[in-house]
């Protein structure tokens, strides 16, 4: 039977760690009893360095119940280097992660479907929201924007999925490689590979506490995820360049008409073409230089540069 490990990153949670816990064990021992995962199956908490009582509430479930377990971080790195420290500890463990916020908002039912997909032989399941009826307007309104803005960037995420999904081990050995040391998950699983699906959820209200993704830090995401898995806005320079340098050839093309018709074109002008031209051939050069810039960034991730799924000769 497979195990599942759920990871759940925390930080500074002591309101709401007391109330979800026992519903991720209550899930554990249910998935258990269907005979979908075997009993060595742990709720894996990952402290992202909390200033309250988080720690103390973790160790005190691990000493209640043998399914809690939890590790700590020195110090907060964000939730997204908690999810990876929570991942990489569960990969050579178990067989099946899920990654979950600790605050009630993804539906926990939802791992009944997950699992099943992975049993029917998906190895990355994606939590998706269908609605977001309880997030406010101006929480929807730039969370919606924020995966068209990425995606308009090149960086390819699934639409309205976070950080609630299912991965298997043997995808996690693959994404150990991945070494770079700027984050975002949720566009980084998709360029390993493998059979995916999506499974969808109404997302809920906190349970209790309070956020830690204000829109600064919902914005710094999006820059990170932009400039991780995108060269774009580097091509996008050299686009503008040659942009502004072709508008000025024509326009002086357009009054070297006009002087041939007879007309009279004043020294001004010239001169702003001039300064066109130039800023064009400019912007087109940092362009060009840009990207080779972006190339060596790609080259010191130093990311796979294949990873098979499968042989025809399977090894042991
Ligand atoms: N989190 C974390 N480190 C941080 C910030 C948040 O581990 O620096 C965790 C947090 O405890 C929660 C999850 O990441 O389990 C999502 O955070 P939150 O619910 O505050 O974000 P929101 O759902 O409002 O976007
Ligand atoms: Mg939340």
């Known amino acids: 039977m497979k195990t599942l490990y759920i990871i759940i990153p925390c930080y500074n949670e002591e309101k709401v760690l007391p109330i979800t816990a026992p519903m991720f064990l209550k899930k554990i021992n249910q998935l258990h009893k269907e005979g979908l995962i075997s009993d060595d199956s742990r709720i894996l908490f990952i402290d992202d360095g909390s200033r309250d009582d988080t720690w103390d509430i973790i160790s005190s479930l691990a000493k209640q119940d043998k399914h809690y377990t939890g590790i700590r971080q020195s110090r907060n790195r964000g939730h997204q280097n908690a999810v990876l420290a929570g991942l990489m500890e569960a990969k050579?463990?178990?067989?099946?992660?899920?990654?979950?916020?600790?605050?009630?908002?993804?539906?926990?039912?939802?791992?009944?479907?997950?699992?099943?997909?992975?049993?029917?032989?998906?190895?990355?399941?994606?939590?998706?929201?269908?609605?977001?009826?309880?997030?406010?307007?101006?929480?929807?309104?730039?969370?919606?924007?924020?995966?068209?803005?990425?995606?308009?960037?090149?960086?390819?995420?699934?639409?309205?999925?976070?950080?609630?999904?299912?991965?298997?081990s043997r995808v996690l050995q693959e994404f150990a490689n991945f070494k770079e040391v700027n984050l975002f998950l949720r566009g980084m699983v998709p360029l390993v590979g493998f059979k995916s699906t999506s499974v969808y959820y109404a997302r809920a209200e906190r349970l209790a506490g309070e956020s830690h993704y204000p829109l600064k830090k919902m914005l710094a995401l999006a820059f990170e995820g932009v400039t991780s898995l995108s060269t774009k806005p580097l091509k996008m320079i050299t686009g503008?360049?040659?942009?502004?340098?072709?508008?000025?050839?024509?326009?002086?093309?357009?009054?070297?008409?006009?002087?041939?018709?007879?007309?009279?074109?004043?020294?001004?002008?010239?001169?702003?073409?001039?300064?066109?031209?130039?800023?064009?051939?400019?912007v087109s050069c940092i362009g060009l230089v840009g990207s080779y810039i972006g190339k060596t960034y790609l080259e010191v991730k130093a990311r796979p540069r294949y990873i098979i799924s499968q042989r025809t000769e399977e090894k042991d």
């Open 92 to 168: 050579d463990k178990c067989d099946i992660t899920i990654s979950i916020d600790c605050d009630g908002q993804d539906d926990i039912n939802a791992m009944d479907e997950m699992v099943k997909e992975y049993l029917d032989g998906c190895e990355v399941v994606y939590g998706v929201r269908s609605e977001r009826k309880t997030d406010t307007f101006f929480k929807r309104f730039t969370a919606e924007g924020f995966y068209k803005f990425l995606k308009w960037m090149g960086a390819d995420v699934v639409f309205n999925h976070a950080d609630y999904r299912l991965i298997s």
């Open 240 to 282: 503008l360049g040659l942009t502004f340098t072709f508008l000025a050839l024509l326009i002086s093309f357009i009054l070297l008409l006009v002087l041939l018709f007879g007309g009279s074109v004043g020294s001004a002008a010239w001169i702003a073409m001039l300064i066109l031209f130039l800023s064009g051939v400019q």
